[in-house]
């Protein structure tokens, strides 16, 4: 006995069936077409999204908190509101004492200066950093490396400058192991770094020059001043929950009402990234919203078809049930013809979708190489194709039962 499936005259004649009326068949073909493909775009153009706006925080650690000094909203002690707080070392000292769940931090000084190599100058933000400041802003590292703790407890002379610094004052030379000039101090070039992030905080790390906090405190008596203070939080720690007892603490250090709410400037990133976050599963809801829908249309159009192919065969299908065919065969038969139809138009779908989405990775690609990924995972191509087979196939089957319920008889009667 002939197995339908793998009998080459049944797909032949699922072929001529599918043949015979060409345009009944283009039509839905290209409803499959279409809904494959749509949903092929949707979900390769979310992720494309997903990773161009994911791309402006890469290199910025997701639980910071950074915490700024601020002015005095309230009378205190003796002082009058309006007046300017700021932070110190014993503050930083203070935190880190009292919050052993701060895994990285570091306290920040900034100032503008003119860098000079030779008679070659370059205006930029000079900040000094402790050595965990790259672990909470990450740097690309073009050449050498960045500071350490050696470099801040030794009080090296030493800096590390931005690629577009290095540009203007070393041209396509390597900077690395020569020495420039900042504000009448001279530092040797220990690395070269850029920035991966879109975030800023004052001048981008391309443009800026970066010290040892305690050689660049030394160096331009700056005292004990802090302007600013980072820090990350270990796994599973909120940055949130620790607002008020940073306050508090620094505002033992000062004359501050510890209620004051402008004193202290608590900027937590985290809450930042989870309203990114929140944005990309609206975008990842709306995508399976949309694809969902396109597939049902699609999936409608298959068993549209399989109906009027049933109605217009009845006599045909009468009399392959009297000659002998059995009710299994002719379920076979027009499943198999909903099969080919999902799987050719299908395939067609997802290839024009990620031809599409290859020319938006292609377009979106940057000058420096940097690329959005907007491309399809062979895994998700797959799930599509799958859904869209699955889900065709199960709109064929009423008809294709129907189909097997025919008496011959009445079949054979029918006009």
Not at 357 to 383: H, I, N, R, W
Not at 404 to 410: D, L, V, Y
Request: proline share 3%; glycine share 10%; aromatic share 10%.
């Amino acid at each position: 006995m002939r197995n339908p499936i793998f009998d080459i005259e049944n797909w032949r004649e699922i072929g001529a069936t599918l043949a015979q009326n060409k345009t009944r068949t283009f039509m839905t073909g290209f409803g499959i077409f279409w809904g494959t493909a749509i949903l092929a775009l949707l979900i390769g153009g979310s992720e494309g999204l997903k990773h161009f706006m994911s791309r402006n925080f890469e290199g910025f650690a997701t639980n910071v908190a950074i915490v700024f000094p601020g002015r005095t909203t309230k009378n205190y002690a003796g002082f009058n509101k309006g007046m300017e707080v700021k932070l110190d070392i014993l503050d930083v000292s203070n935190l880190r004492r009292a919050i052993p769940q701060i895994e990285n931090s570091s306290a920040v000084v900034t100032q503008w200066a003119n860098a000079m190599y030779g008679q070659k100058k370059k205006s930029a933000q000079v900040t000094g950093v402790e050595s965990n400041y790259d672990k909470i802003f990450e740097p690309i590292i073009h050449e050498g490396r960045f500071l350490n703790e050696a470099d801040n407890s030794n009080y090296r002379k030493v800096c590390v400058i931005g690629k577009e610094v290095a540009s203007e004052l070393f041209g396509s030379e390597s900077a690395s192991g020569k020495e420039i000039e900042v504000n009448g101090i001279y530092y040797k070039v220990i690395g070269v770094v850029g920035q991966t992030s879109e975030i800023n905080i004052g001048a981008k790390m391309d443009e800026s020059i970066f010290l040892p906090y305690n050689t660049m405190r030394r160096g331009y008596n700056l005292g004990n001043d802090v302007d600013f203070f980072m820090m990350t939080l270990k796994s599973g720690y909120s940055p949130s929950a620790f607002e008020k007892l940073v306050c508090r603490l620094i505002a033992s250090n000062h004359p501050i009402d510890p209620e004051d709410s402008g004193a202290i400037l608590y900027f937590d990133v985290s809450e930042k990234f989870e309203m990114v976050d929140n944005v990309f599963l609206g975008i990842s809801l709306l995508a399976i919203f949309v694809g969902v829908g396109t597939l049902l249309s699609g999936v409608i159009g298959v068993g549209n078809i399989m109906w009027i192919i049933v109605r217009e065969r009845t006599h045909e299908i009468g009399i392959r049930r009297a000659i002998g065919a059995k009710p299994r065969d002719i379920i076979v038969q027009i499943l198999s013809e909903s099969m080919v139809l999902t799987t050719i138009a299908g395939i067609g779908g997802i290839v024009f979708a990620v031809l599409i989405l290859a020319g938006a990775e292609k377009a979106f690609t940057g000058p420096d190489d940097t690329y959005v990924a907007f491309q399809l995972s062979f895994g998700q191509a797959a799930e599509i194709l799958a859904a869209f087979l699955v889900l065709g196939t199960a709109a064929g089957i009423i008809p294709a039962v129907k189909a097997m319920r025919i008496k011959p008889i009445e079949a054979l009667n029918d006009k």
